[in-house]
C-alpha cells in the first residue's frame, strides 16, 4: 500500500525558511521520480518540484533559486528547502509520486504552509 506522509509546513514570515518533509512506503521508492505540488487559495495545484532517482531536478520557474528539492534513499524520504519565501508561496503542499507508464497519481494528505508579510 502506497503511502507518502508530508510534515514540516507551518507559519512564517516573509523571508524566512522551512522545510518539508514526505515520507514514503509501499513502493520501490528509490527508483521512482518524487514530486512536490502546492495549491494556494482559489488555485489550481502545480507542480513545484521534481526528483528522479538520478537525482536530477526540475522546478517550476517562480521557485527557481529559492526551493531545493532532495532525496534520502536511506529513509525513503523526498525533501523540498524552501527559502526566501513569499506570501504566494502560501499554500498547501503535496507529495507526489506517479507510476511510471500509467495515469496513476498517489498523493499525501498535504502540510500547509502560510507565509504572511
Known amino acids: 500500500q502506497v503511502r507518502l506522509v508530508e510534515s514540516g509546513g507551518g507559519l512564517v514570515l516573509a523571508g524566512g525558511s522551512l522545510r518539508l518533509s514526505c515520507a514514503a512506503s509501499g513502493f520501490n521508492y528509490r527508483s521512482n521520480t518524487m514530486g512536490w505540488y502546492r495549491q494556494g487559495p482559489e488555485k489550481q495545484r502545480e507542480s513545484v518540484a521534481t526528483?528522479?532517482?538520478?537525482?536530477?531536478?526540475n522546478y517550476v520557474d517562480s521557485v527557481k533559486g529559492r526551493f531545493t528539492i532532495s532525496r534520502d534513499n536511506a529513509k525513503n524520504t523526498v525533501y523540498l528547502q524552501m527559502k526566501s519565501l513569499k506570501p504566494e508561496d502560501t499554500a498547501v503542499y503535496y507529495c507526489?509520486?506517479?507510476?511510471?507508464?500509467?495515469?496513476?497519481?498517489?498523493w499525501g494528505k498535504g502540510t500547509l504552509v502560510t507565509v504572511s508579510s
Open positions: 507526489n509520486y506517479k507510476v511510471p507508464g500509467t495515469l496513476v497519481d498517489y
Open positions: 526528483i528522479n532517482s538520478s537525482g536530477n531536478t
